[in-house]
């Protein structure tokens, strides 16, 4: 009994200290996005000689379009305004821009860079919690879903409605919740909005959650998908596991 309880110790302490010396690690790389945006991106953009990994600059809206390099099918938008993350309040402020449809609305960039047909229907959006990402620049993931992952959002997409709720099949061994959303509503009403209503009402934090956007198969409606940090299932709330870089879907 002895031998196991100390098995079991080292275990957990060998796993804590893997947790501390992974974090460290996350901290000291934590603005290498924002320094690409401000020490290229801008750069070059205002040179009129704009390179990938910029893709794109939009002023008047404030954001760049950036090809991730854990790709090749992997786009990233990021504001041009300092925002760290999901818990940011000024993603709850009336005149912040809605990040997830203007990431939506380049999706045909995405595609065009693709070099193979996508459907659209394959596509997700996607943004890490505070304690699943690994940069201190929002950012928010334009990549395919995994053939399973598609699979089975499509399997249970019937009885998921216009309040959040549990889904009844896990993703990736994780627990998520969802929402049908209007994509009129989308329009006007920004997904941050929708996650942090919740989490406000479950006396919680935005923070401990990732976020994931993606088309319904009724052309009017987008399903949001979110999953909390939970440590003993090993879940930091990084819904981008989810997405597939290489898209695979569209091999099919």
Same mark, same amino acid.
């Given at each position: 009994?002895?031998?196991?309880?100390?098995?079991?110790?080292?275990?957990?302490?060998?796993?804590?200290?893997?947790?501390?010396?992974?974090?460290?690690?996350?901290?000291? $790389?934590?603005?290498?996005?924002?320094?690409?945006?401000?020490?290229? %991106?801008?750069?070059?953009?205002?040179?009129?000689?704009?390179?990938?990994? %910029?893709?794109?600059?939009?002023?008047?809206? /404030?954001?760049?379009?950036?090809?991730?390099?854990?790709?090749?099918?992997?786009?990233?938008?990021?504001?041009?305004?300092?925002?760290?993350?999901? &818990?940011?309040?000024?993603?709850?402020?009336?005149?912040?821009?809605?990040?997830?449809?203007?990431?939506?609305? $380049?999706?045909?960039?995405?595609?065009?860079?693709?070099?193979?047909?996508?459907?659209?229907?394959?596509?997700?959006?996607?943004?890490?919690?505070?304690?699943? /990402?690994?940069?201190?620049?929002?950012?928010?993931?334009?990549? %395919?879903?995994?053939?399973?992952?598609?699979?089975?959002?499509? &399997?249970?997409?019937?009885?998921?409605?216009?309040?959040?709720?549990?889904?009844?099949?896990?993703?990736?061994?994780? /627990?998520?919740?969802?929402?049908?959303?209007?994509?009129?509503?989308? $329009?006007?009403?920004?997904?941050?909005?929708?996650?942090?209503?919740?989490?406000? &009402?479950?006396?919680?934090?935005?923070?401990?959650?990732?976020?994931?956007?993606?088309?319904?198969?009724?052309?009017?409606?987008?399903?949001?998908?979110?999953? /909390?940090?939970?440590?003993?299932?090993?879940?930091?709330?990084?819904?981008?596991?989810?997405?597939?870089?290489? %898209?695979?879907?569209?091999?099919?």
């Amino acid at each position: 009994m002895k031998k196991t309880i100390k098995l079991l110790l080292k275990i957990f302490f060998a796993l804590l200290l893997s947790i501390l010396i992974y974090f460290a690690y996350l901290k000291i $790389n934590s603005d290498k996005l924002w320094q690409t945006i401000n020490q290229q %991106c801008i750069p070059e953009f205002k040179n009129g000689s704009l390179q990938s990994p %910029c893709i794109k600059v939009d002023q008047q809206h /404030r954001y760049v379009i950036y090809k991730d390099i854990k790709g090749p099918l992997h786009d990233l938008l990021l504001p041009l305004d300092k925002i760290s993350g999901i &818990e940011s309040p000024i993603l709850q402020q009336k005149n912040t821009e809605n990040y997830f449809m203007l990431a939506w609305k $380049n999706r045909q960039l995405f595609i065009k860079t693709a070099n193979k047909p996508i459907n659209e229907q394959f596509l997700s959006l996607v943004i890490n919690s505070k304690y699943g /990402r690994s940069q201190e620049q929002l950012h928010i993931h334009l990549a %395919c879903l995994k053939a399973e992952m598609y699979q089975i959002i499509k &399997e249970n997409e019937h009885t998921i409605t216009t309040s959040w709720q549990l889904l009844k099949q896990k993703i990736n061994s994780h /627990r998520y919740i969802a929402i049908k959303i209007p994509a009129t509503n989308v $329009n006007k009403i920004s997904p941050f909005h929708y996650l942090e209503k919740y989490a406000a &009402e479950q006396g919680d934090n935005i923070a401990y959650y990732g976020l994931a956007m993606i088309p319904s198969t009724q052309k009017s409606e987008f399903i949001l998908l979110a999953s /909390r940090l939970k440590l003993l299932d090993f879940n930091l709330g990084s819904t981008g596991a989810i997405q597939d870089y290489q %898209c695979k879907l569209s091999d099919n």
